[in-house]
């Protein structure tokens, strides 16, 4: 079959040229249409696979280093309790000593079994070498035993004490020798931490000091639980403080207040408010709260307080959409059944818009839990070696606790770096897992 000019063809087929000229058109424009719809589709898969990939990278890696946070390796060695070493009284039943056993030595009963199994290391630096490779927190490992148990004196025990941060960074490979990074490391030391694995006296087990214990400046006694009590503390105050102001602020502008010139330029502030930078906050928190009332500086309460300012404009607008998606006809139907506006709000309006409330309200927390600059500003960057156990109590935070480790020098607090990041986003994802539980279980289908 010959083809024929489309002009030929319109005048067999009874149509008029310029009729198949349009449809012709018509095709070359839907063609190009598929086409731009084809590779935007291609971009955004792109884009998706692009922002995945890097999101899969940053938290592989935020695990791989992270985990070596909960693992410590620790050395077991053979202790001779022995009293001679401890300069204990002879002659005094264990259960008489307490005071003297709370002021013993008992490190040097980690010493001297550490003689006992390199005999061939002597000298003051060999063997200051060799009494380096334990933690500080050996002679307290062995006086909580003690004292727990005082019978052990005069007993001889395998106990699994912690090693140094140095070499625990060695036994997990993090650091070579013959590396830069090994360069603080004895020769005495290389020969003794081979020597201990061969004999399997050296062994990675699970670090509860990390979790139980607060900042130290040793990185394998250094933990999170004094940044995680002072993070629970100043969410506790945000809780107190901007919840009810956001959530009574929105019902007013939502259900009570007038419309007028005065509320609308309220309304444009606080939508301006949640987009100031954090930092704001933080430096107006210096101002009324440390320089004017003269808190206590780095104390949990004024860090909640801070913090209730920043999120205090987010739980306004979130309390205000979830008021708004109430269907007026609730409303409607309650005012033609003679309830008073205060009754429609308290038994309708609010009961069906608490679901959206607390969601707000738990992503508004969870983003208090996690912002730094406010805190710097008010002094929480200090060294905070204990727990507090109160809101006056100078206080760190889980935020701020990253940030210190991340600043340090030692190589051996990159692992708790990266550990208490999943600290962290272990509490933020099961505070948002808490917002969509809430959200689904308690929304009203309309």
Same mark, same amino acid.
């Given at each position: ?29 839907? /063609? ?22 890097? @999101? ?19 050395? =077991? ?8 070493? #401890? ?12 005071? $003297? ?22 000298? =003051? %630096? ?7 490779? #334990? ?10 035993? +003690? ?5 052990? #004196? ?6 699994? +004490?912690?090693? $140094? ?24 030391? @290389?020969?003794?931490?081979? !020597? ?7 062994? =990675? ?25 002072? $993070? ?28 007028? /010139? ?32 003269? *808190? ?32 007026? $006809? ?11 506006? *205060? ?17 707000? %309200? ?5 983003? %208090? @839990? ?5 805190? @710097? ?63 689904? !279980? ?5």
């Amino acid at each position: 079959m010959t083809d024929l000019h489309p002009d030929t063809f319109a005048e067999n087929a009874g149509l008029h040229p310029l009729s198949l000229a349009a449809c012709t058109g018509e095709r070359d424009l839907m /063609r190009k249409r598929r086409a731009q719809e084809t590779r935007a589709g291609w971009y955004g898969r792109i884009a998706v696979t692009i922002a995945c990939f890097f @999101l899969i990278v940053l938290v592989v890696t935020i695990i791989k280093t992270g985990m070596g946070a909960f693992i410590q390796t620790q050395v =077991r060695l053979p202790i001779q309790f022995d009293r001679e070493i #401890l300069h204990l009284p002879q002659g005094v039943a264990p259960e008489k000593l307490g005071e $003297s056993i709370h002021k013993a030595n008992f490190r040097a009963l980690a010493h001297a079994s550490l003689r006992e199994l390199f005999p061939s290391v002597t000298g =003051r %630096a060999g063997r200051f070498q060799l009494y380096g490779m #334990l933690s500080d927190e050996t002679g307290r490992v062995l006086r909580r035993m +003690v004292e727990k148990d005082p019978k052990l #004196l005069g007993t001889r025990q395998e106990v699994w +004490v912690p090693m $140094s941060a140095t070499i625990d960074m060695v036994v997990k490979g993090r650091i070579k020798p013959g590396t830069p990074a090994a360069a603080q490391l004895g020769p005495k030391q @290389l020969d003794a931490i081979k !020597k201990l694995q061969e004999t399997h006296r050296v062994a =990675r087990r699970f670090n509860g000091m990390f979790l139980t214990r607060a900042d130290s400046r040793e990185p394998e006694q250094a933990g999170v639980l004094g940044s995680f009590v002072g $993070s629970l503390y100043i969410v506790l105050v945000c809780l107190l403080v901007a919840m009810p102001l956001g959530v009574g602020a929105a019902i007013y502008l939502e259900e009570f207040a007038p419309k007028n /010139r005065w509320t609308d330029f309220i309304e444009v502030n606080i939508n301006n408010l949640a987009a100031v930078p954090s930092i704001i906050f933080g430096l107006l928190a210096l101002a009324i709260f440390l320089n004017l009332f003269e *808190m206590p500086r780095s104390s949990a309460l004024v860090g909640g307080l801070a913090l209730s300012m920043l999120v205090l404009p987010t739980m306004v607008i979130t309390t205000r959409h979830a008021l708004k998606a109430v269907p007026p $006809s609730i409303r409607d139907a309650a005012a033609g059944l003679g309830a008073s506006p *205060m009754q429609i709000l308290l038994h309708h309006t609010l009961p069906l818009a608490l679901p959206g409330i607390m969601t707000g %309200a738990i992503l508004s927390l969870a983003r %208090a @839990l996690g912002e730094t600059a406010p805190l @710097l500003m008010i002094g929480m960057v200090a060294f905070i070696a204990d727990v507090p156990h109160t809101l006056m109590d100078p206080a760190s935070a889980l935020p701020v606790q990253i940030y210190l480790w991340a600043d340090s020098p030692e190589r051996a607090f990159m692992e708790k770096t990266a550990g208490a990041i999943l600290v962290l986003l272990g509490v933020l994802v099961i505070l948002n897992a808490l917002a969509v539980f809430l959200r689904r !279980k308690f929304e009203y289908k309309w």
